[in-house]
């Protein structure tokens, strides 16, 4: 369902009015800090969620009812027709933030395409929602020095990866570090193909374990804000996010590694299989 003006080569000649494409870098030469922790002595995690393929009316409910301020990465290809599911969770305290509009893997990418992806989202969620996001997720969190450059040209205050991975039968996996919720965590939710349990399931299993843990949900771009650079980790560092999308470790999928596919909704349905994955 791609829609006439939205395709990446078109949106290149409208950013291009403010930098030429392979222009230099980007002012400052550092680009947004890319994060995937943030260190904080609140007792908080953050929970992010991608794409938009899912889109359960509980999830609303129970956002609302426990006034999580959780963050939706969303991909206008994905979500194509859905955006008013994503208007009720904004209205209900979600924030929502970008996800490129077609979801490529932007590592390797040229500078003008992977501006068009980040920028042209930037002013989708811009007309649809009438905020523009701080936040960018790159699919896959697989991103270069091009890729930082281009966000930030973008206005992007922060490139978000995630250490902690809630799969489709809520259980947790680990990019890095301890295998347990820490405080400071971020935690991606990916969108998957068939998840044994509903995303207000597997939300709320979280939750629980959260709460065993003594931990809540905190609002990552406050955090984000509070915590300045110093939440930097892998600044401008191009290779590492793509080294976390290999081989299993210790016996187990990487948080960062292939994935099912997401549910099937039209957009998904001309990709070969396999093609979406985690984030
Ligand atoms: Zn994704």
């Not at 994503?86 to 077609?102: C, E, I, K, W």
């Not at 890729?147 to 206005?155: E, F, H, K, M």
């Not at 374990?209 to 990552?220: A, N, S």
Request: proline share 8%; aromatic share 6%.
């Amino acid at each position: 369902m791609h829609r006439a003006g939205e395709r990446a080569g078109e949106r290149s000649a409208q950013d291009g009015a403010n930098q030429s494409p392979g222009d230099g870098p980007a002012p400052g030469g550092g680009g947004p800090p890319v994060v995937d922790h943030v260190p904080t002595d609140d007792g908080v995690v953050f929970l992010t969620y991608d794409d938009g393929a899912e889109r359960d009316p509980r999830f609303v409910e129970l956002v609302r009812e426990r006034r999580l301020p959780v963050s939706m990465f969303l991909t206008d290809s994905v979500v194509g027709p859905g955006y008013a599911h994503f208007a009720r969770l904004r209205a209900v305290g979600a924030s929502l933030q970008n996800h490129t509009l077609d979801h490529p893997a932007l590592r390797g990418l040229p500078y003008a395409g992977q501006r068009a992806e980040i920028c042209g989202q930037q002013r989708k969620l811009e007309s649809r929602f009438g905020v523009r996001p701080h936040l960018f997720r790159p699919p896959y969190g697989t991103y270069d020095a091009t890729t930082l450059r281009a966000a930030a040209d973008c206005g992007i205050a922060a490139v978000v990866l995630w250490r902690v991975t809630l799969d489709g039968d809520g259980d947790l996996a680990y990019t890095r570090g301890a295998h347990r919720l820490t405080r400071g965590d971020i935690v991606s939710v990916p969108s998957v193909d068939t998840p044994s349990l509903s995303l207000a399931d597997r939300t709320a299993r979280l939750l629980r374990e959260l709460e065993e843990r003594g931990l809540r949900v905190g609002r990552l771009e406050d955090h984000l804000r509070r915590t300045g650079p110093s939440a930097v980790r892998g600044r401008g560092r191009s290779g590492r996010s793509g080294a976390r999308s290999g081989s299993p470790r210790d016996g187990r999928r990487s948080a960062g590694g292939p994935h099912t596919p997401v549910r099937t909704s039209p957009p998904y349905r001309r990709r070969a299989a396999g093609h979406w994955h985690s984030a």
